[in-house]
């Protein structure tokens, strides 16, 4: 079994950074593929980035690109979210997710097995 536990979240303003951080402990080596999704209040879940085993292929919505960076550090068994230039629109619960078998990056939340608690990422204007 594997848990994932992210941490970072918080108010801040329309402009600012805010540094997700999600680490995974148990089977670790079972993250292989893992990516980070959000859900607003009312919405559906959405995909924001995902980055594959090697950390060597990335991907972003198109609603965060150039904004947002994922990056993982294997040997912490942790994987990252950069914010930059947050709106009011990035306000959401942001959750990460693994999966243990692939290794490429991973858009859809179906092909995901693991999933972390969330944290609530606040954005005001």
């Known amino acids: 079994q594997v848990q994932l536990v992210e941490s970072g979240g918080g108010l801040v303003q329309a402009g600012g950074s805010l540094r997700l951080s999600c680490a995974a402990s148990?089977?670790?080596?079972?993250?292989?593929?893992m990516g980070w999704f959000r859900q607003a209040p009312g919405k559906e879940r959405e995909f924001v980035a995902a980055?594959?085993?090697?950390?060597?292929?990335?991907r972003y919505a198109d609603s965060v690109k150039g904004r947002f960076t994922i990056s993982r550090d294997n040997a912490k068994n942790t994987v990252y979210l950069q914010m930059n230039t947050l709106k009011p629109d990035d306000t959401a619960v942001y959750y990460c997710?693994?999966?243990?078998?692939?290794?490429?990056?991973?858009?859809?939340?179906?092909?995901?097995?693991?999933w972390g608690q969330g944290t609530q990422v606040t954005v005001s204007s």
């Open positions: 148990g089977r670790t080596f079972s993250t292989r593929a």
């Open positions: 997710a693994a999966d243990p078998a692939r290794t490429g990056v991973i858009l859809s939340a179906a092909g995901y097995v693991y």
């Open positions: 980055i594959s085993w090697s950390g060597g292929s990335t």
